[in-house]
């Protein structure tokens, strides 16, 4: 009897343990909740956008942008969006000019009849610390040392002591700041999985463009590291759009796009492939050594192709600020390449309202404006030369599928570089080829070209599609998510 008693008792107070963390993390989801984005036309699914600290310490919190699936959102996958850059916004670019329900226009929003909450539960997460709405109260979070070296030059040699040891600490921090990303990642995830219970076991993948190809890749490393001592992370896949994987290859495949596309001559190519090649030119950039010999090439190079073509994509006309922001990071350009008719961007007015930033519950720490790309973060860019590639076939080998896909229009990271690299991971792993090189269809249309390695890692383009593919060739970029998600191959007909 006595011994019932305890035990209904102490049942009792596991229930009522168990409902009010429910209760706490229900709440928690709902204070995120957005009741409705200014300007946005009716829809039926949930969205949520806030914070999750993930350094109490440092006081490093990161923005996310939540979408649930238009229909049945508990049958479906969660997916998570990261934007390149170094530092650009994942909310700015690929929630609001990609792959997410709504695009600005003027004042209000207008539905995106191709967003990838079609097919799952879009997780957008604005990171490192610095980007969009993510900040750190701390600034050495991002500042590394900045104002230690402002009154320094009494004596030449003093200042030329406390500028090395500058570069120094600088350079350690810069370090850790790609620990801190991949990190600081994970964290907010499990973080995030607290006020989001119903979405911890779920299916989840891993999506990204551009610099993604070093973040995707390090997260998704990460998580398998982390599931050996506490399964959370149900990975089932990452895709790495335009990906950065492997520095020379990718940047070396810019001068044929160039040549083949008609916006470089033939003596400029053969410069621009011996005298000196693109990753040469990004390497001396970015260490500010750029010899005379690269110089002249590059200006060559520039000159001809012109500053009114988007590297993004060759054959669309120019003006996507939020593409051209991402340029100045991946694609350093000697000659000035200031677009201005892009400054009246969409999305930048539409985030800089008042009345978007409360819905969003959104705060500006530190900045004034939310930018597209990071204007504070001071990122370790020599890092872009760490191939990921490697990160990419140690994922295949634990059994993550692996898909890269290219808009093939893109001379930034080219389809070319990117068939490469997987066509050599293949190899290296001893993958036979299970899908041979074919098109794919979307509607009776050709999509892209497709090749599958071992049922595991696929490339695949999509035709006609920019650096940012989704942008420019919303229906077929839906088709390849959604056979991406499903474990398909892509259409063979229509
Ligand atoms: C690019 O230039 C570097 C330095 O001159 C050289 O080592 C490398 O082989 C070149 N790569 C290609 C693809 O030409
Ligand atoms: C790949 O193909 C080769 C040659 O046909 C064959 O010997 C090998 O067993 C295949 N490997 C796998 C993993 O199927």
Known sequence: MYSLTWKTMAMAALVLQLCFLMLVESSLSHSDKISELPGQPRVGFRQFSGYVTVNVKKKRSLFYYFVEAEVDPASKPLVLWLNGGPGCSSLGVGAFSENGPFRPKGEVLVRNEYSWNREANMLYLETPVGVGFSYSTDSSSYEAVGDEITDCCLLRWTCTIILLWFLKVKRRN??????YQSRDNLVFLQRWFLKFPQYRHRDLFITGESYAGHYVPQLAKLMIQFNRKEKLFNLKGIALGNPVLEFATDFNSRAEFFWSHGLISDSTYKMFTSVCNYSRYVSEYYRGTVSPLCSRVMNQVSTETSKFVDKYDVTLDVCISSVLSQSKIINPQQVAETIDVCVEDETVNYLNRKDVQKALHARLVGVRRWAVCSNILDYEL????????SIVGSLVKAGIPVLVYSGDQDSVIPLTGSRTLVHRLANELG???????????????????????GNILSFATIRGASHEAPFSQPERSLMLFKSFLEGKPLPEVF
Do not use: A, C, D, H
């Open 382 to 389: 020599l890092n872009l030369e760490i191939p990921t590639i």
């Open 174 to 179: 810069s370090e850790y700041m790609l620990q």
């Open 431 to 453: 993958l036979n080829t299970t899908v041979p090189y074919r098109v794919w269809f979307e509607g009776k249309q050709v999509g892209g070209w497709t090749q599958v390695y």
